[in-house]
């Protein structure tokens, strides 16, 4: 790719301007964060899924007035462009790919040590979420203006997007130096770190990310966004807060339940214990709930749960929609 070459994800972006363009009437929901940046307490982020009069919502969301498979039924055109969103039912995950393990890794440091800091020196906080055809921070402001950074699998490549106010530069994953020199940002070996997160390593040595593993790896966090999405606007789910791409664990996920049943809700691109890609859910105090952990049904080994692995998922599905059932049913049994 030329350096002046893009494609949509890599280019100057608002999704939700986006999609409101493409209905031209009524009030577009997406899953991606859109400008302008947020500067209000708890979560200094917009809520994408915010159900408002007339709302076309994506696939699974309950509240609004028609789903994006009504508004792409018979535009073939659409259908692939809402689909890549995750925003239908058409949804499908690609071929798990053979090297997963060490791309996951490589975005794992990515994440972890220079884009979530860059978000949490502006607002303090740290949370990042699914974009297109990769993975960002929500708008934040910056100097006065939103500013949002993102990595991108596009066209054969994985690029870096710094995206502030009307300007857009992008430049390839390389190093994690690099990345932070492009981003005018240090290397934070703390700030975002979780037990389980990858060492920091050698900071100027080659980044190993293969851009097709790269591309399947935000159709992952894209799926568990949509799913997560559609189980937090259940009337049925108690007091959920907003799905969040945890750098520390590299997941999406968000909480839900009382003070019995409250537990995480997400979806792993895989870890130490558990290679392949995941839905878990696990539960803060199983203490307090009179429930025999011991039965096949809860076979989480390394938390007190649940998981499905994504060998498990039924054949030819929409994901999105097996994840949130797989939430949907684990919640119902703690009650």
């Known amino acids: 790719m030329s350096d002046n070459e893009t494609t949509t994800s890599d280019a100057w972006r ?6 409101q363009q493409i209905l031209k009437d009524g009030t577009a ?11 209000v307490e708890p979560y200094f982020a917009d809520d994408p899924v915010a159900i408002k009069p007339g709302a076309v919502v994506p696939s699974g969301l309950e509240g609004g007035d028609r789903s994006w498979d009504d508004v792409v039924a018979s535009d073939n055109v659409l259908q692939e462009w809402a689909a890549d969103r995750w925003l239908t039912s058409a949804r499908r ?47 934040f402001d910056h100097a006065g203006q939103p500013r949002q950074v993102r990595v991108v699998a596009s066209r054969g490549h994985v690029l870096l997007v710094d995206q502030r106010g009307d300007a857009v530069s992008s430049v390839p994953v390389t190093t994690l130096a690099d990345a932070a020199r492009h981003l005018d940002a240090e290397i934070d070996p703390s700030t975002a770190a979780e037990h389980d997160s990858p060492p920091v390593g050698n900071t100027d040595e080659p980044l190993t990310i293969d851009p097709d593993t790269a591309r399947f790896l935000s159709c992952w966090h894209g799926m568990a966004f949509a799913g997560l999405e559609a189980f937090r606007s ?33 979806a792993s691109p895989g870890d130490d214990g558990l290679s392949e890609p995941y839905l878990y859910v696990s539960l803060w105090w199983p203490d307090r709930l009179t429930i025999d952990f011991s039965q096949p049904t809860w076979n989480a080994t390394a938390f007190v749960g649940r998981v499905l692995p994504l060998s498990h998922f039924p054949v030819d599905e929409d994901p999105a929609a097996v994840a949130t059932r797989f939430w949907a049913e684990t919640a119902a049994m703690l009650h």
């Open 14 to 19: 608002n999704p939700q301007l986006e999609a």
């Open 93 to 139: 995950l690609p071929t798990v790919p053979s090297d997963l393990v060490q791309t996951r890794i490589a975005l794992h440091r990515l994440a972890v040590y220079v884009v979530a800091p860059l978000r949490h020196r502006a607002n303090t906080k740290f949370g990042l979420r699914w974009t297109l055809d990769g993975f960002g921070t929500p708008f």
């Open 234 to 266: 259940r009337l049925a789910t108690i007091d959920p807060s907003r799905p969040q791409l945890w750098p520390g664990h590299f997941d999406a996920a968000l909480e839900a339940g009382d003070e019995a049943t409250r537990g995480s809700y997400g």
């Open 29 to 39: 929901i997406v899953l991606e964060p859109s400008p302008p940046a947020v500067t």
